[in-house]
Nanobody, 124 residues
Framework: QAQLVETGGGLVQAGGSLKLSCVAS????????MGWFRQAPGKEREFVAR????????YYADSVKGRFTISRDNAKNTVYLQMNRLKPEDTAVYYC?????????????????WGQGTQVTVSS
């Protein structure tokens, strides 16, 4: 059974950094584009970043551009999200997901495998 597991979340002060990891198991996701989304309490799930399967293309939400970096290691079946200069508004549960490619990359409905999420809390 395919499974995505996110780790690396936690509590950090504003201006700090965290690196999230997403490990896939049960099947290989090396041919999937992979994305990160986040959801804050009372808000809709929003797109954060996406990386193509060979890492040649990356996309970011405007709110994180220049601060976050998505990367992947297909040999390890792992996707990363390096988050720098964190802000309180980055506080959310962060999810990784595999993109089925049927819709726009920022549309969560295009993603058909999801992890359980990892909490990121940024204090001011």
């Amino acid at each position: 059974q395919a499974q995505l597991v996110e780790t690396g979340g936690g509590l950090v002060q504003a201006g700090g950094s965290l690196k999230l990891s997403c490990v896939a198991s049960g099947r290989t996701f090396s041919r999937y584009a992979m994305g990160w989304f986040r959801q804050a309490p009372g808000k809709e799930r929003e797109f954060v970043a996406r990386i193509s399967w060979r890492s040649e293309d990356t996309y970011y939400a405007d709110s994180v551009k220049g601060r976050f970096t998505i990367s992947r290691d297909n040999a390890k079946n792992t996707v990363y999200l390096q988050m720098n200069r964190l802000k309180p508004e980055d506080t959310a549960v962060y999810y990784c997901a595999a993109d089925n490619g049927v819709l726009r990359y920022s549309d969560y409905r295009s993603y058909n495998y999801w992890g359980q999420g990892t909490q990121v809390t940024v204090s001011s």
